[in-house]
């Protein structure tokens, strides 16, 4: 009891001013050098959400909360073509940007336009072709989305072609540019809650399309993870198969995408899957086993245990709920810090104030600034792209998150064991949204 009263003097000792210090530290390590004459020309591959339409949302607070919102509001960049293979949707973004370069080919606009920058909006199991067309075209700057890549052969390849061809990628983990998750990394670091110790994570989705953020987080807090273990939610066919749109043939590739509603696999292929010499039907065939080449496992939620090099541990909750939430709690030896979507609490150690000789938590209030996103990340881009910045969210950073993502499916996949990374199996694929 000693040890921990004499701990939580240390945590005494970070008193508020102490605090806002920090928190303004963080503050100004948010401004960049921005005043160079050139302007970047941008441009977006796939128009939909998070390229534009949820600046349209009224209840989001805090706007511009897209690319190209973030493009329209930083002086030093301006949208000047994009790309949807649907027809509305790039006629509806040509009249809200003023754009009229607009095209339902995605090469095409790369080629005719020539952008500096380009961002990738559309699905991850295209991001790897469209990266690497990016990079084939010229472009210096690409803002590409989450997840990073379907597979680690795909993503190093992508980390390769980027230094080769002298590229700044920033994957879009937008949390790295928040200034409350750079607060709480700062508290952490300078031991304000003593030694981190655990992490309990919630979140809603699967793991790879909303894991691959949480994943990303916690190395931002806590550096490589060296060990995981999972255990991955069935596939649940009635909520998903025929609702998620998977049985389609892509109207670029014409290839053949179905999810199988027993295991949760997705067949891809050039010619419509059968099943016992009969073409699969888009319902009912939930009892029947399958025997389908190219199957590529499914992205699920789930649940999982990671251990991180720095000796934190975190255990991850992302089985289905019926609500949205994405949250970190951490536990150190001196104090404890909840972060999450509208969420920023800090508890410190201290002598308990109900009995005596007890040392509990107690919370602290904090002043905070926040900071916008969206316009941060494309500043941090320019940046990295005129040496003026170290990139805080590479390809590196990317593959490191979708590795931690695809080491809880290789764990499910044998049964729970327990896997060590770097992941030895470099093509496992998932498919990811
Ligand atoms: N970083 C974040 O916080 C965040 C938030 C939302 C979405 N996302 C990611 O962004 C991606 C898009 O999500 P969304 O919610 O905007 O989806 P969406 O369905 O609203 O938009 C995707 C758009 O891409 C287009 N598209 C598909 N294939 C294309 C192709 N070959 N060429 C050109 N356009 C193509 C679609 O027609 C659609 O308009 C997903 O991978 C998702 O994980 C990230």
């Known amino acids: ?12 000792r970070k008193t508020t001013s102490a605090l806002e210090k920090i928190n303004k530290r963080v503050m100004r390590s948010f401004c960049v050098n921005t005043t160079a004459d050139k302007t970047y020309k941008a441009a977006i591959i796939g128009c939909g959400r998070v390229a534009w339409l949820l600046d349209k949302d009224p209840l989001i607070p805090n706007k511009p909360c897209t690319h190209a919102g973030a493009y329209q509001a930083v002086d030093r960049t301006e949208i000047v073509a994009a790309a949807d293979i649907r027809a509305d949707r790039i006629h509806d973004f040509s009249k809200e940007y003023n754009v009229d370069n607009v095209y339902l080919e995605y090469r095409e ?20 072709n469209m990266v690497v067309d990016a990079l084939h ?9 989450k997840a990073f890549a379907t597979s680690l052969s795909e993503a190093e390849e992508m980390v390769r072609l980027c230094q080769d061809h002298g590229a700044m990628l920033i994957v879009s983990h937008m949390r790295r540019w928040s200034s409350d998750y750079k607060l709480a990394r700062e508290l952490i670091s300078d031991g304000v809650i003593g030694e981190p110790v655990s992490v309990v ?13 949480a994943f990303d987080v916690l190395r931002f807090f806590f550096g490589d993870a060296t060990l995981v273990q999972g255990s991955l939610e069935a596939f649940d066919s009635t909520k998903n198969f025929n609702l998620c749109g998977w049985h389609f043939a892509h109207p670029r590739t ?16 050039d010619g419509a899957p059968t099943l016992r010499g009969q073409p699969v039907p888009k319902r009912g065939f939930r009892n ?5 080449k190219n199957f590529i496992s499914r992205d699920t939620g789930g649940y999982a245990l990671i251990c991180f090099d720095s000796g934190v541990y975190a255990t991850v909750h992302a089985d289905s709920k019926g609500y949205f939430i994405f949250e970190f709690d951490i536990m150190g030896t001196e104090g404890r810090i909840r972060i999450g979507n509208r ?9 308990s104030r109900t009995e005596s000789g007890l040392i509990e938590l107690y919370r602290k209030e904090m002043n905070l600034e926040g900071n916008n996103l969206w316009t941060k990340a494309v500043e941090h881009l320019v940046a990295c792209m005129e040496g003026k910045a170290e990139n805080i969210s590479g390809p590196s950073d990317g593959m490191a998150a979708l590795e931690i993502a695809l080491a809880i499916h290789e764990s499910h996949q044998k049964q ?4 060590g990374l770097p992941l030895e199996n470099r093509t496992l694929r998932v498919m990811s949204r």
């Not at 790369?110 to 380009?118: C, H």
């Not at 075209?137 to 989305?145: D, H, L, R, S």
């Not at 729970?416 to 896997?419: A, N, T």
Request: some cysteine; glycine content about 12%.
């Open 201 to 213: 994570s919630h979140f809603s989705g699967n793991m790879i399309h909303t894991g691959t953020h």
């Open 137 to 145: 075209a010229g472009v210096k700057g690409i803002w590409c989305e």
């Open 109 to 128: 606009m790369l080629k005719k336009e020539s952008p500096d920058i380009v961002s990738i909006c559309a699905y991850a199991p295209e991001r790897f």
């Open 254 to 269: 014409r290839q053949h995408h179905v999810a199988c509603p027993l295991c949760g696999a997705l067949y891809v292929g």
């Open 1 to 12: 009891m000693k040890g921990a009263g004499e701990r939580s003097l240390h945590g005494l």
């Open 343 to 351: 969420l920023f609490e800090l508890y410190l150690a201290e002598a």
């Open 288 to 292: 029947e086993s399958h025997r389908w």
């Open 416 to 419: 729970g064991r327990v896997v």
